[in-house]
């Protein structure tokens, strides 16, 4: 008895429950005990700590206030007019209301229609705590503002509020509507009233649970359980743990046709899917912690979270799912109830008449399908990458409205200065250099600290534009050139644009290395090398189509402006991570019947057998990270289209005719080293075109 027949008699035996039972009390001790996710509502921290900018901000904060943010008030009249005296005073007045203090002198624009006011918030606020700052800033504002003066908050502290408040309940609403859909998909999947509500409940469960276990993590060590990190593990726990729940029952539903003891049937069905689901498991687990390599925190926290919530997915359908599968028994597909016969599905259905027409012409049918996703994959050609920071929102929010409006009355920068740090012994050369530096609207001391001068630089270009990235380089470059100056450059365009150089560096480090995973996942689990590199390399093809595609649907049809910096990475992780899944579960089927029916019959029965479940497993994926777009940031959204267009391409093109064509066009030497020779039982095309 080998190790995994073991394991299926134990999940399956009539005391099965009492491990459905420990299972249960596990995860209401680790819910109960962790508590809830405090940073659920904070945005990603996506700034490297070692990046300049990084380093800007630590200095900064060492200096007198320099823990304290500036909120930015703007105050216009409702009708357009230029600020009269009167106006001027009132919102002087403003001002001193909502700050709480003794207002700075109002910045009033050269066109005399709008002032800018300032209010401080600390730097330690984030998350909820920051949201509720900010709105009781705006309240006061809304209830000191005469009327027709228009005030509107924004600023850092305010983006930061406004991206808090858009994770407001988000958990919920994420976890309800994936639950929906989940439900609505497994109901349409088993047609059956009673079924779908065991793997529901399983991964369910297995959610919460992933959920407290990422929190732990979070706090034991420096990485963060932020809003849209524990959506998108969410996200991956129900996805990925439905696919894995619809392989393990499809296979349990294809054995109760050989036998009468539905014990001895959902006890074959672990046998034979379990390795595959395991594989599979391991595989996307592998992928995710290449991310730890990354420089981009939230980068590191998605992949630490999401391997740690995918275990615990797995750990739920093998251990929890098939106990409670074996107390409902039999009657569990009612009305549809699968009877012992003779007669096997194999040869029947859909999917096999889709295989034998597929397998009679492969070289065409390969050429075909291969050039489609070469033209999708061509639509990244020109693709924009990187949202500014009035990009972020799918919505309207008064951060992004205000900044709109300070833009159209002063000059770009005049609400965020960019800060840099020199020694004060340079000062006499970097004044000038500064002032004559091109691209600088605006240059004002700022005081200075243990011999250390800040001075704040107010760009000429758009916030987070690439002129204004070019002028931060050209900065750093000017001032490298001054001796003794130690010069630092930070501020939000500072912080843009490094994160930007840490998101294409985690690129070129993270994707060859996902790639590499993967393949010696294959490797190990096919021991066919050719068969792997035909399957790693159609992988990366579909990967690059569904990029290319979902960008241009990104761009022309939700009229996005740019993908985010980070959605490159992530997308192309989790289709070649979860794409791989389906690969698996074809090609490890096709490689048991193999030995049996030759390599062409073969495949034609493995996708006759699984090509129902890895249908409905797609489409399922698919919908489930579309649930992202009930969020309202952009980057989600983003990613929640591009990998359910990946899926629907995996799902109905690549796994379904790509693979089969080409294993068909490469016969029996596919499957080299391994020890099935040559085809057992080779079918000839003739005969393949015959059978539709």
Known sequence: MDAWERFATMVTARRSWVLLLAVLAAACAVIVGVGGNDDAGQAPTSLPQDSEAARVDAAVAEFPGGRDAPAILVITRADGAELTDSDRAAAARTVQEVSGTAADALVVAPDGKAALGRATVSSDLNGEDLATEIDRLRQAAAQHAPPGLTVQITGGPAFGADIADSFAGADVTLLAVTALVVALLLIATYRSPVLWLVPLLVIGLADRTATSIGTALARVTDLSFDGSTAGITSVLVFGAGTNYALLLVSRYRDELHGRRDHRDALREAVRRAGPAILASNVTVVLALCTLLLATLPNTRSL????????????????????????????????????????????????????????????????????????????????????????????????????????????????????????????????????????????????????????????????????????????????????????????????????????????????????????????????????????????????????????????????????????????????????????????????????????????????????????????????????????LPLITLTQLGIIVGIGIVLDTFLVRTVVIPALFALVGPKVWWPSGFGGDAHPVPAAELAEQR
């Open 303 to 630: 992949g630490l979270m999401a391997a740690a919530g995918l275990l615990v997915a797995v750990a739920f359908v093998l251990l929890a799912l098939p106990p409670a599968l074996a107390l409902c028994g039999r009657k569990i597909f009612w009305p549809f109830v699968p009877h012992a016969s003779a007669d096997g599905a194999a040869a029947h259905g859909v999917w096999h008449r889709i295989a034998t027409r597929v397998v009679a012409r492969p070289a065409v049918v390969a050429g075909g399908a291969i050039t489609l996703l070469v033209v999708c994959a061509a639509g990244l050609t020109g693709a924009d990458i990187g949202l500014s920071q009035t990009e972020q929102f799918r919505v309207r929010a008064e951060s992004v409205d205000g900044l709109d409006t300070l833009a159209a009355h002063f000059p770009s920068g005049a609400s965020d200065p960019t800060v840099v740090l020199t020694r004060h012994a340079a000062a006499a050369a970097v004044r000038p250099a500064l002032e004559s530096a091109p691209g600088v609207s605006a240059v004002v001391a700022a005081g200075g600290q243990d011999g250390v001068d800040r001075w704040m630089i107010t760009l000429e270009a758009a916030p987070e534009s690439e002129a204004a990235y070019t002028t931060i380089e050209q900065l750093r470059g000017t001032l490298a050139g001054i001796p003794g100056a130690e010069a630092m450059v930070g501020g939000s365009d500072a912080k843009a644009l490094d994160t930007r150089d840490a998101a294409r560096h985690d690129q070129l480090l993270v994707i060859p290395l996902i790639l590499l995973v993967v393949f010696a996942v294959l490797l190990v689990l096919l021991r066919a090398l050719p068969a792997a590199v035909l399957l790693i390399g159609v992988t990366v093809l579909s990967a690059l189509a569904a990029l290319g595609l979902g960008s241009l649907v990104s761009t022309h049809l939700f009229g996005f402006p740019a993908l985010d910096t980070t959605v490159p990475l992530f997308a192309f992780l989790f289709l070649v991570a979860l794409g791989i899944d389906y690969t698996i579960f074809l090609v490890t089927r096709a490689r048991e019947e193999t030995p049996g029916h030759g390599t062409v019959d073969g495949m034609v029965r493995a996708v006759s057998a699984t090509g129902a479940v890895i249908t409905s497993a797609g489409i399922v994926l698919a919908a489930v990270f579309c649930v992202l777009g009930v």
